[in-house]
């Protein structure tokens, strides 16, 4: 029976089948990570039928290469699997390298489980039958990339990918590599104590090393993913922290000036008295105008509202934004202060930025409005901006700063201040205005 299985079996994967399953992974990565602007519709058709073109014929045409070129052949795929993902997915060549290895190693599984059922097929039929290999390759083609593909979509749902540095894929790439060589050392290197001599320890062993170098991997990738985790938890409760002590600086600030206020005023009528018409006038003209500075900047109803809008009016002098708002701050009185200081901290921070960006200075507006729809609390933010909105899979905009690992925290603060009493908030772009629309349930006994 076993001399029956190794005359109908062969441990080396066909080339064709391997190619197809390097092509299918990369095909899997265009629906699973964030794609170039560019690549869509028929573009990405295009992409990927040239790439199984240049896959399927480079590995068929080496198929009969001597056996001390077969490693660098498979190194060949490999760098042509990272070109095509450097080409077509928008992630940092850390990150771009990480996830080629993690394809080739889903690859190199399901070619050797496709091959390990086919040469299997064969021993117990005795006959080979084409379309039952085409049959079971597609099968388990199927069964490998989809239930790959689930379980990433299931544990990447409301997250978005990491920006990975050298040092997260350092250990990916020795890891592909360990798990590639041991799982075909018996196949280029049958006498050694780690390698098996029989064909169907041979296929048996290198399904299970493939399998297990892929649970490693994606391991690795949820400890990273929860180190991430742990880090935005840090790096926003910094931030309400942050945006509270800002309130708190902004109240004593806001408190002294409106003594001063109070006294120049005063002063003012003091002055009124004054005999000489003219130094009179002169006089009480000069105070008005240093009185500018002074005075508070909105009544909106919400003391906190009219605190943050007051702190952050100098900014938006200095970014010679133009700065309108409409809100009822009454309908805020059910929100705690801390979430207050960081819905409209971050959102205006993040407003007046992005319009101070804007080359036109005339341009350069942000508007606000608090109001009330139905029994919902409606917040808009909208600034005007000069760059386009790419949102990311957790409904996120991606940040326009090089340092993608400091920021985007504040629209993550922003959607967990909203989350707590059960509010939404969406992001979108139109007419050259970006627009941060929060809803918010008002409770019952809310006015």
Known sequence: MLEKYLLTASSDIPRLITALAEWMSCVLSLFLLPRRPWVKGWRMAACAGFLLLVLTSFLILTEGSVLLLWFPCMVAAFLIMCLFMMIVLDLGFPGIVYRTCTGFLLAELAASLAWQICSYARFISGIDSLPLEIFIILAVFLLVFGVFSRIILQYMKGRSPI??????????????????????????????????????????????????????GFAVMTRLYDLRAERELIEIGNILKGQYETYRSYQESIDLINMKYHDLKHQLDGLRGET???????????????????????????????????????????????FTCVADGRLLDFIHVIDLCTIFGNALDNAIEAAALVKDPERRMVHMSVSRKKNFLMITLRNTTDGELELLPDGNPATTKADTFSHGYGIKSIRQAVAKYDGTAEFGIRDGFFTLQIMIPIPRDGK
């Not at 050392?185 to 104590?193: A, D, E």
């Not at 018409?277 to 009185?291: G, N, T, V």
């Open 276 to 322: 000489d018409p003219e130094k009179r006038r002169e006089w009480i003209d000069a105070m008005d105008r240093e009185l500018q500075d002074y005075r508070p900047e909105r009544q909106t109803g919400s003391p906190v509202l009219d605190t943050i809008l007051s702190g952050k009016m100098v900014r938006i002098r200095n970014s010679r934004v133009t």
């Open 163 to 216: 920006e990975l540095t050298w040092k997260d894929t350092a250990p990916q790439i020795i890891l592909t590599l360990i798990i590639f060589v041991f799982s075909n050392l018996s196949f280029i290197m049958p006498r050694t104590p780690f390698t098996s001599q029989t064909l169907i320890d041979i296929h048996n062993l290198r399904t299970i090393i493939d399998l297990g170098g892929l649970a490693i």
